[in-house]
C-alpha cells in the first residue's frame, strides 16, 4: 500500500481505504480528466489539489487541466457566478463573446486531452462551454456546480443551461441546488483533506507563533472569519456582530482571506472592509496569498470561534476546515452550511448580526460547551466530509455511469 | 471469484451462493445441517463481505406543504422511499435526531407539525414488506392528518422537502471468513457502507427482518443464540452508523470472551 493511502487510513481507518481501492480497481486503465478555472485559491482547487494525487495513489490515471483566460473573460465569468447565485444583472454582449472566444481557444489547447478521456469532470461555469465545442469526444462528460444555484438570475441560468444541458451528468451539492436539467444529477458534498497542510495537526505552540508573526495578540479571545473578500460572505456584517457583542465581552475580530485569480471583485470588497475596521485596534484585516495555507490552519487552530456569516453559499469549506479543528461554528443559515451546521450539537446558524453576536456571547461564556461541540465538530466531519468519502462518491458515479441496467439496486 | 452471498426469501432461509460476476447459485442449507455438526469448520458455509455506495440523485420533486407532498408521493421514485428511509444512514446525520425518517423530520422542522412527525416517525418500516408497503402506510398517515384538517396550509419557501433518489451499487470485497473467530474480527475492520449493507439493509431485504450477520450465525446452532438475540435487538434507528457498528463489535466481543467462539 503507498505510504500515501497509508496516511490517509491512520486517519479514516484501513478498512475506509481498502474499501475505496476496490472501487478504484474497477477504473484501472480509463483516463479521468478535471477541469476548472484556478490551480490556486478558493475551495475548487484546494479539493483537486488534493484529491488528484489520491486518484493517482490509488492507481487511477487522473489529471487536472487549468483554462486559462483575459481579465475581460473572468469578468465574465464572476458575473455568471454572482447572477447564478441570485444577484440581479446579466451578461452583457461582450461578456457573452469574451467567453466563447476563451472557450474556443480552451477548446483548442485541450482537445486532445479532452476528445481522449474516459471521463471529464467539468468544473463550474467557467470551462462550462468546452463540451459543445469538442464533438469528437468519446467519454462521459460531468458538469460538477459548486455554487449555490437555488434561485439563479434566469437569464444568466438560461445562458449557463444552454451549455450544460449535453452532459452526461450533473453534480451538485445540494438537493436545493439542482435544476431542471436532461440528465442524471448527482448530489454529492465537497469536502476537506486531513492531511493537507490547512488541516494537518500543528506542531505545539505554531498558532501562537502564527497569531504572534501577523501583529494579532492572543490576549483576549479571537472570533475569526476566514473567507474571500466576496459580499455573498457578508464580511461587513461580521463586523457588525462583532461591534454588538463587544458591547458584553472582550474579544478580537480577524477578517482573514484572500482573493482568488478568477475572481476580479475581491479589490473591491476589501476595501470596503479595510473602511469598516478602520481605527479600530480589535479588527484584524489579513489578506494572505492564496498558498497560505498552513497560515489558515494556524489562525482557525488559535480562534475560540469560528464565524462564516455567508448569505449564500455553495457549501462553505471553511466551515468544515473548522469543525475539523474542533472549533463550533457561527454560520448563516444558508446552503451548504445547514449541512454542516446543526444547531447546538456543532455551532449554530444564524440568520442576522444580531444573532450571531448572541451566539459569539454564548460560545464564549460556556466553555464547556465548546469543547463538547467541538468533539461533535471533529467527528461530524470525520464520518462525513473528508476527501476519502467525496473521491468514493465521484467514482461511484463514473462506475454507475457505464453500468447498464436501470434498477437502482446494481451489483457491479 | 466464489463466496457466499446471504440472501433470503419469504418462503424459506437460502444462503445464495458462488456469487460471480452478478450470477447468483442458491445452494440451500437445510434445517438439519444449520442445527448440527457445524462446529467443524469444514461443514461451514463462509460468510463473504460485501459493500455498497449510495449515489444520490435529484428526482426534481419538491414540495411546500403537506398537500404537496401527499400528491407528490404517488409519483416518487422507489428508490426514494428507500433513501428517506433507510439512505439517511449513510449521509451527514446525528444520532441525536428525534425522527427515524426524513418525513417525519421534516414534518416538524418545516411544518412545525410535531404529531405528525410523531406518527409518521412511528412507521416501522423493516416490518413492511417492502418499499411499496412503505409508500401506502405514508399515504395513510397522510390521508388521515389530511382528513383531520389540523394542519398548517402554508410554510416558508426556504423549507422544501426534497424527494431525493438514489441508485445502490453493492459490489464484492473479495473477503471471506469461515470461522466465527474469523468473523468478528472482519466484522471489525469491515467498512461502513459494508457493514451497513449486512446489518442494516439485511433487514430489509430479509421476509424475517433478519440481518445477515444473524442468518449466517444460525448455522452454529443453539451455541450462538443468544449472540443472535443480542444482534436482532439492536434498536438500528437510536445510533448513527458508526455507533451500530461499535455497539455490535462490542456485542460479538463479549461473545468472543465468554468463549463463545470457541464453543460454538
Same mark, same amino acid.
Given at each position: 500500500m503507498p505510504d500515501m493511502i497509508a496516511r490517509y487510513a491512520e486517519v479514516v481507518g484501513p478498512h475506509t481505504m481498502d474499501s475505496l481501492k476496490i472501487i478504484a480497481d474497477m477504473l484501472r486503465g480509463k483516463r479521468i480528466v478535471h477541469v476548472n478555472s484556478t490551480k490556486e485559491g478558493g475551495g475548487v482547487a484546494e479539493i483537486l489539489s488534493s484529491m488528484v494525487p489520491l486518484s493517482r495513489a490509488l492507481g487511477l490515471d487522473v489529471s487536472w487541466e487549468v483554462i486559462e483566460g483575459n481579465p475581460e473573460f473572468f469578468a465574465c465569468t464572476k458575473t455568471l457566478h454572482n447572477s447564478l447565485q441570485g444577484? $440581479?444583472?446579466?451578461?452583457?454582449?461582450?461578456?457573452?463573446?469574451?467567453?466563447?472566444?476563451?472557450?474556443?481557444?480552451?477548446?483548442?489547447r485541450l482537445g486532445g486531452t479532452l476528445e481522449d478521456a474516459d471521463y471529464v469532470f467539468i468544473h463550474d461555469p467557467q470551462p462550462a462551454a468546452l463540451l459543445g465545442l469538442l464533438p469528437g469526444r468519446r467519454g462521459k462528460w460531468i458538469w460538477r456546480c459548486h455554487i449555490?444555484?437555488?434561485? $439563479?438570475?434566469?437569464?444568466v441560468w438560461r445562458f449557463?443551461?444552454?451549455?450544460?444541458?449535453?452532459?452526461?451528468?450533473?453534480?451538485f451539492s445540494l438537493p436545493d441546488f439542482a435544476?431542471?436539467? $436532461?440528465?442524471?444529477?448527482?448530489?454529492?458534498t465537497p469536502s476537506i483533506d486531513p492531511l493537507s497542510d490547512k488541516n494537518i495537526p500543528l506542531q505545539k505552540g505554531e498558532a501562537e507563533r502564527v497569531y504572534g508573526e501577523l501583529g494579532v495578540p492572543l490576549d483576549k479571545p479571537v472570533v475569526l472569519q476566514v473567507s474571500r473578500f466576496d459580499r455573498f460572505k457578508d464580511p461587513l456584517g461580521v463586523i457588525e456582530s462583532f461591534r454588538i457583542a463587544r458591547k458584553h465581552v472582550d474579544l478580537r475580530l480577524v477578517l482573514a482571506g484572500g482573493g482568488a485569480t478568477d475572481d476580479p471583485e475581491s479589490g473591491a470588497v476589501l476595501d470596503e472592509v479595510q473602511r469598516a475596521a478602520a481605527q479600530d485596534p480589535d479588527i484584524h484585516v489579513l489578506v494572505l496569498p492564496p498558498d497560505a495555507h498552513r497560515t489558515i490552519n494556524a489562525l482557525q487552530t488559535g480562534a475560540a470561534v469560528v464565524m462564516q456569516k455567508s448569505t449564500k453559499e455553495g457549501f462553505g469549506l471553511t466551515v468544515t476546515e473548522a469543525?475539523?479543528?474542533?472549533? $463550533?461554528?457561527?454560520g448563516g443559515d444558508v446552503g451548504g452550511i445547514r449541512l454542516q451546521i446543526i444547531n447546538r450539537f456543532n455551532g449554530f446558524r444564524v440568520r442576522s448580526p444580531e444573532g450571531a453576536a448572541m451566539r459569539i456571547r454564548y460560545l464564549l461564556a460556556h466553555r464547556w460547551k465548546r469543547e463538547r461541540m467541538g468533539v461533535n465538530a471533529r467527528q461530524y466531519v470525520l464520518e462525513n466530509f473528508l476527501i476519502t468519502g467525496q473521491l468514493r462518491r465521484y467514482l461511484s458515479l463514473l462506475i454507475a455511469l457505464d453500468s447498464p441496467g436501470g434498477e437502482w439496486e446494481r451489483w457491479i | 471469484m466464489g463466496g457466499l452471498f446471504l440472501y433470503r426469501r419469504a418462503d424459506s432461509d437460502i444462503l445464495l451462493g458462488a456469487f460471480q460476476h452478478g450470477i447468483r447459485q442458491g445452494v440451500e442449507i437445510g434445517r438439519k445441517r444449520r442445527y448440527s455438526q457445524m462446529t467443524e469448520n469444514a461443514n461451514l458455509v463462509p460468510f463473504r463481505f460485501m459493500d455498497c455506495s449510495l449515489l444520490t440523485t435529484s428526482t426534481g420533486l419538491r414540495v411546500q406543504s403537506l398537500r404537496e407532498l401527499r400528491a407528490a408521493l404517488p409519483a416518487a421514485p422507489v428508490s426514494s422511499i428507500y433513501y428517506h428511509f433507510w439512505g439517511r444512514m449513510l449521509r451527514p446525520h446525528i444520532a441525536e435526531s428525534e425522527y427515524n425518517n426524513d418525513f417525519a423530520s421534516w414534518a416538524d422542522s418545516a411544518l412545525g407539525d410535531a404529531e405528525l412527525a410523531e406518527e409518521l416517525s412511528a412507521i416501522n418500516a423493516a416490518d413492511c414488506s417492502g418499499l411499496e408497503e412503505v409508500r401506502a402506510v405514508l399515504e395513510d398517515i397522510l390521508d388521515a392528518h389530511l382528513d383531520r384538517g389540523d394542519f398548517l396550509s402554508w410554510k416558508k419557501g426556504d423549507r422544501e422537502f426534497h424527494f431525493i433518489a438514489c441508485t445502490k451499487l453493492m459490489f464484492d470485497t473479495g473477503r471471506e471468513v469461515s470461522s466465527l473467530r474469523d468473523f468478528i474480527e472482519a466484522v471489525r475492520t469491515t467498512s461502513l457502507q459494508s457493514f451497513f449493507h449486512h446489518y442494516i439493509d439485511g433487514r430489509r431485504r430479509s421476509a424475517e427482518g433478519k440481518?445477515?450477520?444473524t442468518a449466517w450465525l444460525e448455522q452454529f446452532g443453539a451455541g450462538t443464540e443468544r449472540l443472535r438475540t443480542s444482534l436482532q435487538s439492536v434498536d438500528t434507528y437510536l445510533f448513527s452508523l458508526g455507533e451500530l457498528k461499535t455497539q455490535v463489535v462490542s456485542i460479538l466481543g463479549r461473545f468472543s470472551r465468554g468463549g463463545g467462539a470457541e464453543n460454538a
Open positions: 444577484m $440581479p444583472g446579466g451578461l452583457s454582449e461582450g461578456q457573452v463573446e469574451a467567453y466563447a472566444e476563451t472557450s474556443r481557444l480552451n477548446a483548442l449555490d444555484v437555488s434561485s $439563479p438570475n434566469r437569464s449557463v443551461k444552454k451549455h450544460v444541458e449535453g452532459y452526461d451528468a450533473s453534480i435544476q431542471p436539467l $436532461p440528465h442524471t444529477q448527482c448530489l454529492i469543525l475539523w479543528k474542533k472549533k $463550533p461554528v457561527i | 440481518d445477515d450477520f
